[in-house]
């Protein structure tokens, strides 16, 4: 398949690709910075947009004549796609049993062990009182919403090949975005193997490109099934390119080999005591995956911390109440001073916040204004930041870009890889003792998450010290020592 | 230079079939302006400067009143909202002070308001005003107060709320630039249009209700000439009820819309600006899909 696609979302904003490949009948993996437009893409081609909400072009037809073509029209009934937030995409009426039972799901076979294998960490009964539950009043978490529509996804598969001979498309947007890498494991596992039985045309949209590395290791006898690609912007326009896997997995190679493996035992800038109480749940530091011997969380001067857990333990909980942003009761020790649940909020926000503590969230999308100009973001600061320190800073997240061009340019318009550069100059540039980093690489191409990580080494280098939060665990192992790596459990 | 006059106007009656705001926003103006000059042609140059004058009281007051309940709601939201700025007792008695003003019924509360209007100052034009903008601001304060705090509450629970807080921004910016002016401007509007056309039809229908007599202690010579009483007057009255004389006689029309016009003219502008307002708000919402 190959095909143009064009879509105007506004009068400024239009995605425009000249030729977008997909590999027939092969698992074809997706790269590229988030908020391009690959996602628009791929869902106009499946037929899955409003007519009326956007101006689209497909090969250069309309795209109402577009979904008349017998092909299109084929591909509309023989298709999945699995969103990437799935919230939105679960009914709040029916329990999650019902949901992944209803309509063509109804008759699949496998469903129950689909089911275990992704739920892989749950007990046989914890796994059906799950399954019976309402999504609205239960809230089920990011990684297990996203786990039930790739399970369903799994049993669209099977009923497509009961019913036909022909296998269809299956459109996988991020699915391992809200997952640990043990569960990420077991669904690319599940893809694969699914994949190998029916042969249907897979299309998976990720920024994880450590899905690579274990792609190479697992299914090394069936590499020629796989085909990666990378979307980026060239100008206005977005063009598709081969991803060199081997390039990415020698240069991971060689980062690990040079990565600084002692750490220098600097002054301890902040330590956090394990047992911390929170949803009902108590959470503790270890000191590796299957110690029994919690400890306390301790970040030192000029170092980088690591905290690994499964998704949703609660990682991004900790950084939420060392920030002070969620309230229950903890110790910690932070420059010389002692903070639990009764240190008042005011003091964080006189002592703490910009001056002591930053912090870069997990969402770049969310964590900034759209409405506003990326100049804007820095004018209301605690302190004036001048002119030529913010250029250096740009210059060596954006060494390509015009920086008096970027600053008047809205946010909105910033793809999700380039936001988050913004969102770690933004919590950078204020040279706070301490900065939390949850999921710092969010939304960015190779190329992007490169510039970040040596980034990172330089501020390292410069004595300041940083807590990170990711699952991106092949990537961030290439500038972390493990002796600074604790689990969360 | 007169073609590309001719093109621009072209475009914009053009743009009437998609955009429905600016359509509606053109029908209210140049309809209010018709009825004006209509009247000057029409009208005895007394009866036109008493509806003109009117016409700009209702307008002004409802405006300046408009505006006092915003500052007030963004006051009020800011008092309930902002966790740095207030502290729980002032939080406390806000609150209260919103909910009691909300459990009595709007009407009720300006009727009040106008006795205290007799019993404090009479005679006194300048303060009458300042205490029917203050009585109509606090009635619709609270419209504005749950529009604003529902957008903040919004916003507080999207990230960058936080993600600006934790590095320094003070919440009043946050609040001010990030939340209310840079992504809740279109809300506010529409907001402010709605109360608007609220608080001329409030004011108009207390103002009739008094000058038709319901109170003893208060003329309408005392008040400030506006809409509401124009039409309580009994002119204006007849006006009205001539309207009835078309079902005998439809060519009667042309008798009406020259030597009955004082009431027609109150009532059509009052309609006007409820329909238009009601059109003029729908439109808003959506072309900028504040749904």
Redesign the interface.
């Given at each position: 398949m190959e095909l143009s696609v064009k879509i105007t979302l506004s009068e400024n904003q239009i995605i425009e690709i000249d030729s977008f490949k997909l590999a027939n009948r092969k698992i074809n993996f997706i790269f590229g910075e988030s908020g391009i437009g690959k996602t628009l893409i791929s869902q106009a081609i499946l037929g899955i947009l409003p007519k009326d909400e956007f101006k689209i072009e497909i090969d250069g037809v309309e795209y109402a004549q577009y979904l008349e073509l017998p092909g299109v029209k084929e591909i509309m009934q023989k298709h999945f796609f699995v969103f990437q937030e799935p919230s939105s995409h679960l009914s709040q009426t029916q329990t999650l049993r019902e949901q992944i039972s209803e309509g063509c799901f109804s008759e699949t076979p496998r469903k129950e062990e689909f089911a275990k294998s992704l739920f892989y960490d749950k007990s046989v009964a914890e796994i059906e009182k799950l399954l019976n539950t309402y999504p609205k009043s239960y809230r089920p978490s990011g990684g297990e919403k996203q786990r039930i529509f790739n399970l369903m996804s799994f049993l669209k598969i099977q009923n497509l090949t009961i019913s036909t001979a022909w296998n269809g498309y299956f459109f996988f947007d991020e699915p391992t975005g809200f997952l640990d890498v043990k569960t990420r494991n077991i669904l690319i596992k599940q893809m694969v193997e699914s994949y190998i039985i029916d042969k249907p045309t897979f299309l998976i949209i990720t920024h994880d490109y450590s899905i690579i590395s274990f792609i190479k290791e697992q299914f090394s006898e069936y590499s020629e099934l796989f085909s990666y690609t990378e979307i980026y912007k060239d100008g206005e326009n977005l063009k598709q390119r081969t991803f060199d896997e081997f390039e990415y997995l020698f240069w991971l190679e060689n980062a690990v080999k040079n990565r600084p493996n002692k750490v220098k035992q600097s002054e301890v800038v902040m330590e956090l005591q394990s047992g911390i109480s929170i949803f009902g749940k108590k959470l503790n530091f270890y000191r590796n995956e299957y110690s029994s011997e919690s400890t306390k969380l301790t970040l030192r001067k000029g170092e980088i911390t690591y905290l690994k857990a499964a998704s949703g333990v609660g990682k991004t909980t900790i950084a939420k109440i060392i920030m002070g942003l969620i309230h229950t009761k903890f110790n910690m020790n932070l420059d010389g001073k002692h903070i639990t649940e009764k240190t008042p909020i005011l003091y964080f926000k006189n002592h703490l916040w910009g001056k002591k503590l930053s912090m870069v969230f997990q969402n770049a999308d969310e964590s900034l204004n759209p409405k506003t100009t990326v100049k804007n973001l820095f004018n209301d600061f605690p302190r004036k930041i001048e002119k030529t320190l913010l250029q250096n800073y740009f210059e060596r997240l954006f060494p390509k870009y015009d920086f008096s061009e970027l600053l008047d340019r809205k946010v909105g318009t910033l793809s999700g890889g380039e936001k988050q550069k913004i969102n770690l100059i933004r919590a950078l540039i204020l040279e706070t003792e301490i900065t939390i980093l949850d999921e710092p690489i969010t939304g960015s191409d190779l190329s992007g998450i490169k510039q970040i990580l040596i980034f990172l080494q330089e501020q390292i280098a410069f004595g300041k010290s940083f807590l990170l939060i990711s699952h991106n665990e092949d990537i961030f192992d290439t500038i972390v020592p493990p002796e600074n790596v604790y689990y969360l459990r | 230079m007169k073609i590309e006059l001719k093109a621009r106007l072209f475009e914009y009656f053009k743009n009437f079939k998609k955009d429905k705001f600016q359509l509606w926003v053109t029908i209210y103006l140049i309809t209010l302006f018709a009825i004006l000059v209509w009247d000057l042609l029409f009208l005895n140059s007394s009866a036109f400067k008493m509806l003109s004058s009117a016409i700009f009281n209702t307008f002004v007051i409802s405006l300046f009143a408009v505006l006092v309940s915003f500052l007030l709601g963004i006051f009020f939201a800011f008092a309930t909202e902002a966790?740095?700025r207030f502290n729980s007792v002032i939080r406390f008695v806000v609150k209260f002070l919103l909910d009691s003003i909300n459990s009595i019924p709007q009407i009720l509360l300006l009727l009040s308001s106008y006795v205290f209007l007799i019993i404090f100052f009479y005679n006194k034009e300048l303060a009458q005003i300042l205490w029917l903008v203050f009585s109509l601001s606090i009635i619709f304060a609270n419209d504005f107060f749950i529009e604003i705090s529902n957008r903040i509450q919004y916003f507080k629970k999207?990230?960058?709320y936080?993600?600006?807080?934790?590095?320094?921004?003070?919440e009043r910016?946050?609040i001010i630039?990030?939340i209310l002016i840079?992504?809740s401007k279109n809300h506010l509007l529409n907001r402010i249009i709605l109360v608007f056309s609220s608080m001329i039809f409030l004011f108009s229908s207390v103002d009739f209700i008094i000058s038709v007599g319901l109170s003893t202690n208060l003329s309408l010579a005392e008040l400030p000439k506006t809409l509401g009483n124009i039409l309580a007057s009994l002119d204006s009255k007849q006006d009205i009820l001539a309207i009835s004389m078309l079902i005998k006689n439809p060519l009667y029309i042309s008798e009406i819309l020259t030597t009955h016009l004082e009431g027609i003219s109150a009532a059509s502008i009052l309609i006007l600006t409820l329909i238009s307002s009601y059109k003029i708000s729908n439109s808003l919402i959506q072309k900028m899909k504040l749904y």
């Open positions: - | 966790n740095f999207n990230e960058f936080n993600a600006s807080l934790v590095l320094g921004i003070s910016k946050i630039k990030d840079s992504n």
